[in-house]
Each structure stands twice: as C-alpha cells, then as structure tokens.
C-alpha cells in the first residue's frame, strides 16, 4: 500500500466520505496514466472505489444513487461505485472495473473482500467484450485525436497505444489485462522501430516534457493504421461466463451483514 502525502490525504478522504456517506470501502486504487506508469509530476490522481451501505440503505422501495463523487482540488478526483451498481458492471466483465483491481497503486482494501472479488473477475472475464472495449477506444481514440491531422498532440498516441496493445494481450490469451503499459509493450509490442519510438515518447511523457502538438510521428502512424486493419478482421476470441448466482451469494454476504 502506497504511503506518501498524496496518499495520506486520499485515505483521509476516504475516511471522511464513509462517515459522511454512512458507507464503508472495501477498495480503493489509483487509475489514469498514475497506475498506468507514464505519469508526469504534475498529472493528476484519479482515485477509485468501491464501497457498500449499511443493511438498511438495501432495504427500501426507492432508488438511491449509486456513486460517490468528490473532486477535492484540480489535481485530486475522488470518486467510486456502490457494490451492486459494481457487481452489475463486473457480469458484464467491465474492462475499466477489471484494471482497477489490478492497479499497482491501491491506497486501501479489505483483504477478504479483494480476494473474493479478483476471483469473481477472474470467473466472470470475458475476452469478447474486453476486446470489443478495447478495439473500439483505440479506434475512436485514433480518429478523435490524431488521424488526418497536421499537428496532433503526441501524449494522444499512448491513449491509442495502450487499447491496442490490450487487444494484442487479449488475442494471445495471456488473460486480464494489465494495468501497466509497460508490461503490456514488454509482452506484445515486438517492432524494434516502433518500440524505440514509443519509448521515446514515454521518456518525455515521464520526465514532464508538455508534449505540445506537433506534427505527427510516422513510425508510430503507420503502426496503429495497419494494427487496427489487422485487428477488426480477427474472428471474435472465445468467451466464458460465469455462475451469475455467485454475484448474488457475494453481494449479500458484504451488503447484509453489517
């Protein structure tokens, strides 16, 4: 568990959001280009959680919002999703939801609660719809921040880059995708050319280069065109589903029980 300033003041947040909110977290991890690994020192913290209500918050005829939304300054957001509203999401195998269970920054969890939750993630992850996710944030990623374009902003092309690479991850079945980019360049990305531009790029990206628009890399261009061609005429990857009886047994057991 991470232990800095930043850090100390999200668990303080935290610990002030369940009193007022009445609630109790069970998890709470960074997201974004923080728990990517290509953050600049001035990027911001993008916290994540999961909590639950008290037993009787359950036992009512109305609905009730099922986030927490807290921006605390410019460069700290604070937000989070109630455990059912989760549990839904994660039947659906939510990419988003997969990574941030495996994020390498978690600022608190409850030990048994992520246990049994990365077990469920891992029974409920569906290949089909993490690359479907995955192929068509690339794409729309590429066409709304760089293609045709004169000048682009080069921080664009790891917006484009990660997705893709998950795609790649995905058709090789090596399973849930990663949190970190490196992982995923050191696992899937085999073109010397356009790995040596890429850690180019995440060199200036880490050592606070603004990364202001300039004309576009060709390496890199050329790359993402003939990947996303080559990825849309894949066949589908296989899929699994899960025993949607366990998401019940699951949610009661942290739900009801307090």
């Known amino acids: 568990m991470t232990n800095n300033p930043v850090s100390e003041r999200v668990r303080g947040a935290l610990t002030r959001l369940e009193a007022e909110q009445n609630v109790r977290v069970l998890y709470a991890c960074e997201s974004g280009s923080r728990a990517w690994g290509f953050a600049s020192h001035d990027s911001d913290y993008d916290v994540r959680f999961l ?15 099922d986030v927490i939304e807290e921006p605390l300054s410019e460069e700290l957001d604070v937000s989070g999703w109630e455990l059912r509203k989760a549990l839904r999401l994660l039947r659906k195998s939510n990419p988003p939801l997969l990574e941030w269970m495996k ?3 978690v600022y608190h969890h409850d030990p048994d609660f992520t246990r049994e939750f990365e077990e469920l993630a891992a029974m409920f992850y569906s ?3 993490c690359f479907a996710h995955y192929l068509h944030m690339a794409s729309g990623n590429w066409k709304g921040y760089l293609e045709g374009r004169d000048q682009v902003s080069l921080k664009k092309y790891l917006y484009v880059f990660r997705p893709l690479l998950a795609c790649r991850w995905i058709e090789r079945s090596l399973g849930q995708v990663p949190m970190l980019f490196q992982e995923l360049v050191d696992a899937v990305l085999e073109e010397p050319e356009v790995r040596a531009a890429l850690e180019a790029l995440l060199a200036r990206k880490r050592a606070g280069d603004e990364l202001s628009k300039s004309a576009p890399d060709a390496v890199l261009s050329r790359f993402i065109v003939t990947e996303l061609a080559r990825l849309k005429a894949l066949s589908d990857p296989g899929d699994s589903l899960g025993d949607l009886d366990e998401l019940d047994i699951f949610f009661r057991r942290y739900a009801l029980k307090n």
């Not at 909590?51 to 919002?65: A, C, G, M, P, Q």
């Open 51 to 65: 909590y639950v209500h008290r037993r009787e918050w359950y036992l009512s005829i109305e609905s009730r919002r």
């Open 103 to 105: 994020s390498p920054v």
């Open 127 to 129: 290949p089909l719809r």
